[in-house]
């Protein structure tokens, strides 16, 4: 071994292998001599235990045992790789970058993980490490593209098991995938930073480092990320509604809320066990209020009510049994109104039985320090009998308050959206079918999830293309015949419009107003524009990302596959309008993307944690409402739907530990 060998190799073990160290040649040393041992050892041991069955299953145990052990040391130990200076090349422009763009930032063409073969590669760059990215990650191939993936946050968080974390059914840690597993199987990289802007035409990516000390903004860095394909899966924020003092609210979006919550709620339960916290407080340190009835909402208050119920009750002086109240308030006349009418009916009995107040028709006028005033609308009866809608001003004390009310944009998003004329949605990003951003004319941007929404189709506009089309024999009118052709053409083209598309003998017969057994041009403008209004956007769920992530990462996969390069490693500049062969690639996958079929949502059903047991509505009209096995299947979607062995083995173990042993009420 050469002395540069050896160096390397120390100091490998030292800064990067450091802590693995201490395990690993105290394993070897074991695993080589078990070895010499078991061989001389397992005959006389045998004999000698022979004389009894006890002992002979007790060696026999023993034996196996051992082996077990001994092999598993044997095998799980890596080997040692051996490396030279040279082996680690880091590229020279992953160290200096050059300087460019509109802020003359560095831009990182190359990151100090790159691998040679792979700087000629298409850069494809994903910002946002959550349900659409990690689910259009899981979808490629190695070595298709030179991957990076910039977010904030190094892990992937599974959102619809949140609010069990928050009270400690499920450990934080068991909902985190770290990005790097995830990437490390298509090679990719990632960058701890947030995205501050885009630069459309030089195809750069601003982004902000988290910096080296917190308290110094200084410290954080900006620079440039060269994309030729960009994913923007951003996600979204918490809707404010313009109300005042929702910084003494709690918001339930990451592991860090989840943890929070869990503190506060422990401690405030500490409070009032003391002997100088006066009754008033008690009553006030114990209320739990949750601004909206939408699942995150009641979820919340579910899971909140279980721990109380189950473990807070046991340990804590039972004095403050009395004194819990847990209080949703929502604008609606039903909680969980995205559901069909029946669940929500069951959920509100169900919470009623459990003293869980419901508080409907009510919107948050302001929040202060430790109370929520609200509006509340009431009909009442006058003394004549007539009904008058009257509006009552109330408040509710609260020792925490979780803000739920649905999603707004990121700022980032917002940006984003500032600096593209076409995009004129102040809701969300807007897409065309196959998720390339609009006013983006090259498809070399796409967006997905929470921050996006594709658009809608206006049938209206395409009436003439999809009438002539489908009106085969040109009498200016569609028989049912060519009435069925043009639907199944308009949905094959906009796929958003199939679940409007249903029962379509009636459909014909419900617009053929004059019975004239046709539809003329005015009675399909009529139906289209009736369509038109009915089309709403998808709802902003975890189901959708994962399911437009699975969409994009396959046609990613499908384009870099018919766009072979036409060149050979390291022929290419690593940056700028020279890169004419990624170029000219990156065209022919243009071109197949425009026959690629657009994107389909298929909605297999919603689903909501109630208290021990569950409620969800499937597609088919299958529902389920309560019962032990709800519960169950709730937990096997989930469990099925987890990124990782571990996680799933993890969530398994949590709930078993939950059962055995209760809920940590430990504060930490
Ligand atoms: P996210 O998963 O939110 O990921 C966004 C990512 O972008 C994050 O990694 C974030 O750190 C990163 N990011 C943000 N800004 C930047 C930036 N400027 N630069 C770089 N990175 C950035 N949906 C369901 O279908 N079923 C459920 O049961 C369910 N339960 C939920 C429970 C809770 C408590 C919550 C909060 C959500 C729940 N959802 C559920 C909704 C679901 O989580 C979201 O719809 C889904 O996460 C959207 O995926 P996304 O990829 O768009 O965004
Ligand atoms: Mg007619």
Redesign the pocket.
């Known amino acids: 071994m050469t002395p540069k060998a050896l160096s390397v190799r120390a100091v490998r073990s030292v800064t990067l292998r450091g802590p693995l160290l201490t395990t690993r040649p105290t394993a070897y040393f074991i695993s080589n001599v078990h070895k010499q041992q078991t061989r001389s050892f397992i005959p006389a041991m045998v004999a000698r235990v022979a004389s009894t069955n006890l002992l002979r299953y007790f060696g026999l145990g023993a034996v196996t045992g051992t082996a077990g052990v001994g092999g598993y040391m044997l095998f799980s130990d890596p080997d040692v790789e051996e490396l030279t200076l040279d082996d680690i090349k880091v590229p020279e422009l992953a160290l200096h970058p050059s300087k460019g763009g509109m802020k003359d930032l560095p831009i990182v063409t190359n990151n100090i993980d790159d691998t040679s073969d792979e700087i000629d590669k298409p850069r494809l760059v994903i910002?946002?490490?959550?349900?659409?990215?990690?689910s259009t990650l899981k979808q490629l191939n190695e070595g298709q593209y030179h991957i990076t993936l910039?977010?904030?946050?190094n892990y992937?968080?599974f959102?619809?098991?949140?609010?069990s974390a928050t009270v400690g059914t499920l450990d934080l840690r068991s909902l985190c995938e770290p990005i790097r597993k995830i990437l490390k199987r298509v090679a990719g990289h990632y960058l701890e930073?947030?995205?501050?802007d885009i630069d459309f035409d030089r195809k750069l990516v601003e982004?902000r480092t988290k910096g080296t000390d917190p308290t110094d903004p200084s410290s954080a860095k900006s620079f440039y990320v060269p994309y030729d394909k960009l994913v923007i899966?951003?996600?979204?924020t918490s809707q404010t509604h313009g109300v005042d003092g929702l910084e003494h609210t709690y918001q339930?979006?990451?592991i860090l809320d989840a943890r929070a919550m869990k503190r506060k709620v422990l401690d405030n339960f500490e409070k009032a066990s003391l002997p100088t916290t006066s009754p008033e407080e008690r009553k006030q340190l114990l209320s739990f209020v949750v601004c909206g009835g939408g699942?995150?909402g009641v979820?919340?208050a579910a899971e909140l009510f279980d721990m109380i119920s189950e473990d807070l009750g046991n340990v804590f002086p039972k004095v403050l049994r009395n004194e819990v109240s847990v209080t949703i308030i929502q604008s609606r006349d039903h909680i969980l109104n995205t559901f069909e009418a029946g669940i929500s009916k069951y959920v509100e009995k169900r919470f009623s039985r459990e003293h869980v107040n419901v508080v409907t028709n009510s919107r948050v006028q302001h929040i202060e320090p430790t109370k929520v005033i609200y509006d509340q609308k009431r009909v009442v009866v006058d003394d004549n009998g007539e009904k008058h809608e009257i509006t009552e001003t109330k408040e509710v004390e609260f020792g925490l308050c979780l803000w739920?009310t649905g999603?707004a944009p990121?700022?980032?998003s917002q940006l984003v959206r500032s600096k593209i004329p076409e995009q004129n949605n102040r809701r969300a990003l807007v897409t065309d079918e196959r998720l390339r951003l609009k006013g983006i004319s090259d498809s070399s941007v796409y967006a997905?999830?929470?921050?996006?929404t594709i658009d809608n189709p206006h049938l209206v506009e395409h009436i003439m293309d999809l009438f002539q089309e489908a009106d085969k024999d040109k009498d200016g009118t569609l028989t049912w015949n060519e009435f069925r052709d043009c639907v199944s053409n308009m949905v094959s083209r906009y796929p958003i419009t199939e679940n409007h598309m249903t029962k379509l003998k009636d459909l014909f017969d419900k617009y053929d107003i004059d019975r004239s057994g046709t539809l003329d041009m005015d009675e399909m403008r009529q139906m289209l524009s009736d369509i038109d209004k009915k089309m709403t956007s998808l709802?902003?769920?975890?189901?959708?990302?994962?399911q437009q992530?699975k969409y994009l990462g396959k046609k990613l996969k499908s384009l870099a596959m018919t766009a072979r390069p036409p060149y050979t490693a390291l022929d290419d500049p690593p940056l700028g309008p020279e890169r004419s062969p990624v170029r000219a690639t990156l065209a022919i996958a243009q071109a197949h993307e425009s026959q690629y079929p657009p994107f389909k949502y298929t909605h297999l059903g919603?689903?909501?944690y109630v208290g021990n047991t569950a409620v969800g509505e499937f597609s088919g009209g299958f529902k389920m409402m309560g019962g032990l096995w709800a519960l169950y299947l709730w937990r096997s979607i989930?469990l099925s739907e987890q990124v990782s062995l571990r996680t799933r083995s993890l969530i398994m173990l949590d709930w078993t530990k939950k059962w055995l042993f209760g809920r940590d009420v430990s504060i930490l």
Request: hydrophobic letters at 45%.
């Open positions: 910002i946002g490490g959550g349900w659409g990215a990690v910039i977010s904030p946050t992937f968080l959102t619809p098991l949140l609010p930073a947030t995205a501050t982004v899966a951003v996600g979204s339930l979006k990451t699942p995150t979820e919340y739920s999603i990121t700022t980032f997905l999830g929470d921050c996006a709802p902003a769920t975890a189901q959708v990302a994962d992530g919603s689903l909501a989930f």
